[in-house]
C-alpha cells in the first residue's frame, strides 16, 4: 500500500489555512504529509505554532530549502497572495500543486496585477492554471498539474451563480451578492482589525466597491455566460465568528427555475446540498469544520425577486477542503475520499 | 423643580426595551420614573428581574392595574406587539403614550392585521397616530399624545432612504436592503432560535420574503414619495451579537447626489451623522449603547449604483432612545435632552 | 459484516448530548443507529430538529412505544436528570445501556436523591451500576450492562485528582476546584439564563457551594483514597462559548510528584495527554469536538502549591464521546473505536 | 466657570484605556480634554484612530514635544508599562499625574525591576507615590501629586482583600484567587494571542504562577495586615469578552464576619456593592461600562471555606474610571464627579 501513498508537503504551515489542511489529510487514506514549511517559524515543532495538531502530528516545521523535493509528490500552497508564486516557481516539475492563494487564479495575468498590485512571475503558467471549483470543473482539474483553488467567497457565490448562467435563468444586470464572513477569513496575521475586542460584538463591512474577490468573480461568471458584461455588486460584512461564510445574492428571476437549475447541477454531487423550496435559510452552523455547501432559494415578496444563500466553511469548502476535493479529483480518486469523515460540529 | 418633572410608568418592564428605558431616563433632568408594570413578574423588585439596574431604581413591578394613573404623566409602552394596545387603549386620556411596539404603527388597521394577526381594537386610533421617526416627523410629533416608534430595522432603514424619496434620487424599482442585527432585536423571551448555543459562531437569515418590517418601511416610502408602487426587498440576518443592527442599502443613482440628499437632510440633526464619502465603512460598535445612527455612502465599481450603511445600536435608537427623543419633542424639550450624555462603548 | 454491527436507539435525541452521540456514531464501523427517541418532538425528522445532521441521517423521531426493542442491542441514555430511569427502567433486559443522565451515577440512591430531589426507581440497580469513567474503571465497564457515564465536570476534574488519590500526593483538606463551562453544558434547554444575550461579554459563577456535581466528585474521591472525610470546594463559572471545559485545581503538594503521578496513569491512554512540565497551559480550544482531555501540571510561586488544570469538549468526553467509549469498552472493542477520527476543530 | 475647569492631558490615547479615559472624561463638568499624545500616530486625528469617538472629540494626537505643557494641569498615564516613566519623568513639576500604567505601583524599584524586567528612572519617586486604589487610600491621595493607579486585577482582588486583613477575618495562608478577564486587559497590541479567533469559544489561563499582579498584591496585603509572610495564589484566565473582570477568592473564614468587614468597609462607598448573603452571585456584565465594583460572599458545603466574588469593568474601575476617581479625590471634589451618570449597558 506504500507505494498508493502520496506523499504531500505544506507550503506555508503557520496559517489558518495550512493547519486546516493538515487536519484534514489527517483521515485521507491515500496521502501523507511529509513536510510542512514556514519562514518564520522554521525550526519550531509544527505542534508549537498550532497545540491542537499535538499528538496527530510530529512534524518540524523546515524552510522550502530544507525540504527533500525529490520526496514529494504533491505541495499545498497555503501561503499569502502575492508570495505562493515566488516559492511556487521555483518546485521541481514532478510535484503537483494545488495553489489555495490567488496567484494563478487569473487566467489574465494583468488582471492579476490589478486585483494584486505586483507583476506575476509566470503569465503563461497561470493563462493556463485550472480553476479548481471542484464541481464545476472536474474535468479540467482531473488532468492538470497546477489547480488555482477558488477564493473562498468566490466559492460559494460561484456554486450559487454559475448554475444560473448558462443557460441563463437570472438577470444578469442586477446580481448583488452581500456577503457574510467569519475573522478567520482574514487569516492568522497581525492586524488590528483582526483582534478580538476590534470584531466581537459588532459588524461592518471592508472592501466595499473595491474587494479583490469581485473580478475573480466576473471572470469565471464571464465565461461561463460568454457574456463580457456580466458584473455583479460584491459588499463583504466581517461577522464576530471565527469560521463560517454565507454569500446572500439577490437576483431577478423564477425562483422556481433557479431552485430547478440548482438542483439539476448538483443532484449528483456529494457536497453541494440544494434545500427544498419552503425550508428554513441555511445556517453557516450546519456546515461548520465541513465540506459542505448548502444552498436555500426563496422567492421575496416583491414579484420577479428570488433571494439565493449559499453556506459554507470558509476554512474547508472555502479552502483545505475543496483543496483536497481538488487533489482527489487530479490523481483520479473519489472526490470526497477523506473529507466525508467530516460531520458538522454542532453547537 | 417638582412641578417641571415629568411622572413616567413603564409598560413592560421585564423585557429589554422596558429596561433599556429605564436605564435612559435615569440621566433625564425632567423625567422621574414612578412605575413599572408587568404581568408574570409583578411582585418582584425590578433590581431582581435586572440586577444591573440595583442601585439605580428601587422600584417593584406591579400589575397595570395597581398602577397610581392619576400620578403618571406619560407611558412608555414596551410590551410585546398585539399585546400592547390591549393595555394602551385602557389608559385614562390625560396619559400621553409613546409606543414602542408595532401596535400604532400602520395608519391602515388591516395592514396592521395582515402583518401582526390580530383585529386592532383602535382602527381610529392607529389611522391618526404619530409615527415617531424623530428626524423626519419632529413637527407631527410635537403635538402628539400617541407616538408609535418605528421598528428597529425600519428606523435605520428610513433614515437612510426617506431623505432619497422626495426629490427622488434613486431608482424605487431596485431597493435592496439587506439587515444585520444581534440578539437582543428578539427580546428576551424563551425561543430555542435565542440560545446562546444557537446564536454563537453563525450567521443565518430569517423571515426572508416575509418580515413584517417590510410593509411599515413600504407604508413609510410611499407616503414620502407620493409613489404607491415603491416596493423593496428587506432580507435580516441574525448576528452573533447582543446589540447592534446594520442595514446595506443596496441602491441604484449617483452617490454624491444621494450623499447629498442625506447631508442636507441631517446637517442640524444631532443624532444622525452621515459620514464624509471616503471614510471606512460605519460599524455598529461606533454606535453601541448611543442615540445616534451613523450612515455611509460608498460607490460601488459597478456604475451607477449605491451602496449606503446605516448603523444603530437597536436598543437605543431603534427603541428606548428613539422614544426619548420623542417624548422630548413631544414634550416641546430639546430633543437630546437625557440622550446627549452617551457615549458608545468600545471596545 | 452485518451480524457484527450493533444496533443502537437514542434516548431522548432532542437534546444536544443526543444530537452528539448521533453525530459521533456516523463514523463508528460497528454501530447503527436505528432508533432516536423523542416526546414533545416525535414525528418530526432528526434533521429537522438538527439541521446540521441532514444528509447523515435519515431517521424519524418517535416515541420510546414506537421503538422495536427486540432489534436494538444499546441504548444511550440522553434524557435529562430525574426523567432517564423512567424510560431506562422500562426497557428489555437484552437492551444494554448506557446512561448520560446523572441517575445512576451514584451508588447509594439516598445520596441521588438529596442531590437531584426525587427517589430513585431501582435504588438496587443504581447501586450496582458501573460509574463509567472510561480510563479509569475499564475493566468494570467492559463487564457492564448499565454504564453510568460522568458528569462533564466530574470526568475533567477526577480524571486530574484520582491518579493523585491512592497513593495520595497531594493534601486532601484543600483541594480547590474552580471550573468554567460553555452554555451548551446547560443544554437545549428554555431558560433566562442560556440566551445568548445573556451568556456574551460576561462571566458569573452558579450553583456556588450548592453543585450537584460536589457530590458526585467526592463519592469517587473518597472511594479511590479510602478516607470518608474528603471534601472538595467546587465552583463552576459560565464562559461565552458554546462547547469546552476546563476545570482550575488549586491543590497542595510536590508538582513534580503531581505530574509524575498523572503521566504514569495515563501512559498508554489515547485520550488523555499530560503535558510536559513547562507547556503552556491547555487550552479547551485544543480538545474542541474531540473526546481528548488534557491536563497541565504547574508549580506556583508559593510554595507547595500547585496548579493543575483539565480541558475537555464537554460534549464530547465530557457526555458523547465517552459514552461510546464506555461501549466499545463493554463490547471488548479498542476503546478508541471510531473515535480516534476525530481532530479538534481550530479555530 | 473656566477658571475651575482643569486641563488634562491624555499621554497614549491610542490605547483601549487612553480612549476609555477620553470617552469618560467627556461627562467630567470640571475637566477638559485639551492634549492627547501618541508617537507612532501622531498627526492623525483621535477619531480616526477610535472612530466611535468622532462627534464627541476634534482633537489631533501629538507627540509629546509638541504638547503645551504650561496649559496643562493633568496628565493621564496610559502609556505601557515600562514606558510610561520615561515620559512622566520629564514633565514640568506643575502637572499633576495620575498613571494608569504599572510604572509607580511599587514601593521598592527593586520589586518593580524583578517583576516588569527594567531598572526604574526614578526609585525615590516611586517609593514615594500614592497608591491609587480610591476607598481604601483616599487620605493619601488627596494631597498627591502623582498617584499610581492599582492593575485591573489588584483593584477587585485588594477590594475584597483588604478589609479582611486588619482585623483578620480570613487564614492567610490559603488565599486563592481564580480570576476571569476579557480581552481588552490586554490592550490593543498585536500578539496572536488577542486576535478574535484565538480568544473566541475556549478559555485558557496565562501567566499562571508568574503574573506580574502577584506581587503588586502581595505588596498591599502585607502593609495592610502587617505580615510579611502573607502570600497568594494568583491565575488568570483568559475569556471570549471584551471587558469584564471576576476574581474568584477561594478564602478560609467565617462567611458572615467576612461579609460583615466587607459591608462595614463599603457603607459609604458609592462604587463598591457588597451584596446581600443569599443573593445570586455577582456577574461581569452588570457592572459594564460603570466604576462599580460588586461583591458577593458565599459559604462553602465544606465547612469554613468561603468563596467571595468581585467583579469589575477592568477599563473603567480597573482602569480610566479609577484614574479619574483618584483625580477627583487629588481635588477635592465629589469622588463619584463625572462618573455616577453611568449606568452598566446590558444586554
Chains 1, 2, 3, 4 share one sequence.
Not at 495538531?53 to 499569502?80: K, Q
Not at 479583490?212 to 455566460?225: A, F, G, N, V, Y
Not at 463560517?244 to 440548482?262: K, N, P, S, Y
Not at 440544494?274 to 452552523?285: A, I, Q
Request: proline share 6%; glycine share 10%; aromatic share 6%.
Amino acid at each position: 500500500m506504500t507505494q498508493s501513498v502520496l506523499k504531500a508537503a505544506i507550503l506555508g504551515a503557520s496559517g489558518y489555512t495550512g493547519a486546516e489542511t493538515v487536519r484534514l489529510l489527517r483521515n485521507h487514506p491515500k496521502v501523507e504529509v511529509v513536510a510542512a514549511t514556514g519562514n518564520a517559524l522554521a525550526g519550531k515543532r509544527l505542534s508549537e505554532i498550532f497545540p491542537h495538531l499535538s499528538g496527530a502530528y510530529d512534524l518540524d516545521v523546515v524552510t522550502s530549502d530544507d525540504v527533500r523535493w525529490d520526496e514529494v509528490d504533491v505541495a499545498f500552497g497555503c501561503l499569502p497572495h502575492g508570495t505562493s508564486q515566488d516559492l511556487i516557481e521555483t518546485l521541481p516539475s514532478h510535484v503537483k500543486v494545488v495553489d489555495l492563494s490567488a496567484d494563478y487564479r487569473f487566467r489574465d495575468a494583468k488582471a492579476y496585477s490589478a486585483a494584486y498590485g505586483r507583476e506575476h512571475l509566470a503569465p503563461e503558467r497561470t493563462a493556463n492554471a485550472v480553476y479548481g471549483l471542484s464541481e464545476l470543473y472536474a474535468e479540467k482539474i482531473a488532468g492538470a498539474d497546477l489547480v488555482a483553488c477558488p477564493g473562498c467567497y468566490p466559492t460559494a457565490v460561484l456554486l450559487v451563480l454559475l448554475p444560473l448562467m448558462n443557460p441563463l435563468v437570472i438577470d444578469t444586470d442586477t446580481i448583488i451578492i452581500d456577503a457574510k464572513s467569519g475573522a478567520s477569513g482574514a487569516g492568522r496575521g497581525l492586524k488590528e482589525g483582526n483582534l478580538f475586542c476590534e470584531v466581537t460584538e459588532g459588524v461592518h463591512a471592508y472592501g466595499v466597491g473595491t474587494h479583490r474577490h469581485t473580478p475573480e468573480i466576473e471572470q469565471e461568471l464571464r465565461l461561463m455566460s460568454g457574456d463580457n458584461s456580466v458584473e455583479v455588486t460584491f459588499t463583504p460584512h466581517l461577522i464576530p465568528m471565527a469560521r463560517g461564510e454565507m454569500v446572500t445574492c439577490h437576483l431577478r428571476g423564477d425562483a422556481d427555475a433557479i431552485h430547478a437549475a440548482l438542483v439539476q447541477a448538483y443532484k449528483s454531487q456529494p457536497f453541494v446540498s440544494v434545500l427544498p423550496l419552503g425550508s428554513p435559510p441555511p445556517d453557516t452552523r450546519h456546515v461548520r469544520g465541513t465540506n459542505e455547501c448548502r444552498i436555500g432559494v426563496f422567492p421575496d415578496r416583491a414579484s420577479g425577486r428570488v433571494i439565493v444563500f449559499g453556506v459554507i466553511d470558509n476554512l474547508v469548502k472555502g479552502s483545505s477542503g475543496q483543496a483536497i476535493q481538488n487533489l482527489n479529483l487530479m490523481m483520479g480518486w473519489d472526490q470526497a475520499l477523506g473529507l466525508d469523515v467530516l460531520l458538522p460540529l454542532f453547537p
